[in-house]
């Protein structure tokens, strides 16, 4: 479950900013990739996360003494969800 969201980090580093700006060589690329993911990490807003940044979301986490941690597993579609019972069970 945890490779999800690792996946879509990198799904949206490459269609946002890797494969727009065509980097030239590795120095460019170590510039430019670090300049997203700070973007990514304290502008960007995630409808996981409320429409707020990743930072944002975890700095209300350590200030409400959560030790930073951000759930938000169940806004991603492959999050179990309650089975619901469609048909009485026979007697």
């Known amino acids: 479950m945890d490779n999800v969201f ?3 980090v990198w799904r949206s580093l490459k269609h946002e900013d890797v ?3 065509g980097y030239a060589d590795g ?3 170590k510039a430019g990739i670090g300049e997203y993911f700070a973007f990514y990490n ?3 807003f995630h409808q996981a996360l409320g429409y707020r ?3 944002a979301a975890w700095r209300e986490g350590v200030a409400a003494g959560a030790c930073g ?3 938000n597993a169940r806004a991603l579609t492959t999050c179990p969800q309650e089975q619901k019972q469609t048909q009485p069970l026979a007697a």
């Open 69 to 71: 941690h951000v759930d």
């Open 53 to 55: 940044a990743p930072m």
């Open 42 to 44: 304290e502008r960007r």
């Open 27 to 29: 120095r460019e690329a």
């Open 6 to 8: 690792i996946e879509r």
């Open 19 to 21: 494969y727009l700006k």
